[in-house]
């Protein structure tokens, strides 16, 4: 499960990037400069990577560190393959 603050801090994230994402829709609609939205749609993806982040160090020291310290072998090699297969980009 994750960590009460950790969900605090994505949420305040989200909502950010939600109002940031609302911007780039109403730069659109009023024909903004291309590379003005290109570079706000940067900031965004930016903001994601971060939440992303915070998500997943929450879920290495809690999910993956519990896995690793316990004595289930299977459940340990799960919380690696899925690691692996996040960072790797590849879905499980």
Known sequence: M????TKDAAARRLARIEGQIRGISKMIS???YCI????QVQAVKAA???VEMTILDDHIS????HALTGDDVANR???VE???AVLGGRRK
Do not use: F, H, P, Q
């Open 36 to 39: 003005d939205i290109i570079r």
């Open 77 to 79: 090699r799960e919380k």
């Open 62 to 65: 809690t999910c993956v560190d």
């Open 30 to 32: 009023d024909d903004r």
């Open 48 to 50: 994601l990577a971060g």
């Open 82 to 84: 899925e690691l692996v």
């Open 2 to 5: 994750m960590k009460t603050e």
